[in-house]
């Protein structure tokens, strides 16, 4: 449902967006992200499941970048998912908390003729699910995103999935992975290295401190708020017990 909230929220998410977009270019020239409009991208969904939360959908934002700093291949990176906040922290004090989230990632490499999926990966939330970690990544193919590189970069290739035979069913507990999450570890990934500048550690920098904009969802699971948990930090904490 559009109403104020839901579009106060959309309206909070405009300045990570944009600090997102700004930093890309200034850690790495040749970098780039496209779409680069919000507004292309972003859309409320209407999910009758949880109304206490507002949904958002990222529809496939692509992200070209260096394989490393040291090699010449461009590896695009594709990403898309959902994620929702609390109605009443926002009504409360215009805090951005997050409720839900899923997000899927594909990496390519443009070579030569070809457009080759080299690593696909999806993260997700299921605090209370037997057997799942209430924060945990799996490896997937998602060969369906090269269509995103190549129509938003405007190139014809050759699709090779070297992803495809890759076990699914391994799920390995993670932080919370959301796409500004994933935005940023893209940039740490492809785009900063030992050599890299004062400037540009700095811009990383402040994509760190404007990262802050929403809180995460560990909040909700009461085992990983534990003393121990905090101390601890082994995976045993993110599965549910007694169910």
């Known amino acids: 449902m559009v109403d104020r909230v839901s579009r106060g929220m959309r309206n909070k998410l405009i300045g990570p967006w944009t600090h997102v977009v700004a930093a890309i270019p200034k850690l790495y020239s040749n970098a780039d992200i496209q779409p680069s409009d919000l507004n292309a991208v ?6 009758q499941d949880y109304p206490e939360a ?3 959908a990222l529809d496939p934002v692509v992200i070209k970048v260096p394989e490393t700093r040291k090699a010449s291949r461009e590896l695009f990176v594709v990403v898309r998912g959902r994620f929702s906040f609390h109605r009443e922290d926002f009504t409360d004090n215009g805090s951005l908390v997050t409720h839900s989230f899923g997000t899927e990632v594909g990496y390519f490499v443009r070579d030569g003729r070809s457009l080759v999926h080299v690593f696909g990966i999806h993260y997700d939330f299921s605090p209370r ?3 799942h970690p209430a924060f945990h990544a799996q ?3 998602f060969a369906e995103l090269a ?3 190549q129509s938003l970069y405007r190139f014809e290739a050759q699709l090779v999935d ?4 890759i076990l699914k069913t391994v ?3 993670t932080a919370q992975m959301d796409v500004f999450s994933v935005f940023l570890q893209v940039c740490a990934d492809h785009l900063l290295h030992s050599g890299s500048t004062a400037e540009e550690r700095a811009a990383f920098d402040t994509l760190l401190e404007h990262s802050a904009f929403c809180l995460g ?3 909700r699971v009461e085992r990983l708020v534990s003393p121990e948990a905090g101390r601890c930090y082994r995976s045993r904490h993110w599965y549910p017990i007694g169910l």
């Open 54 to 56: 507002v949904a958002f």
């Open 42 to 47: 972003l859309r409320i969904r209407d999910v």
């Open 139 to 141: 490896l997937r193919s």
């Open 129 to 131: 699910q037997l057997a």
């Open 217 to 219: 969802a560990g909040w």
């Open 147 to 149: 269509v995103s590189v």
């Open 171 to 173: 799920r390995v507990p």
């Open 162 to 165: 070297r992803v495809t035979e």
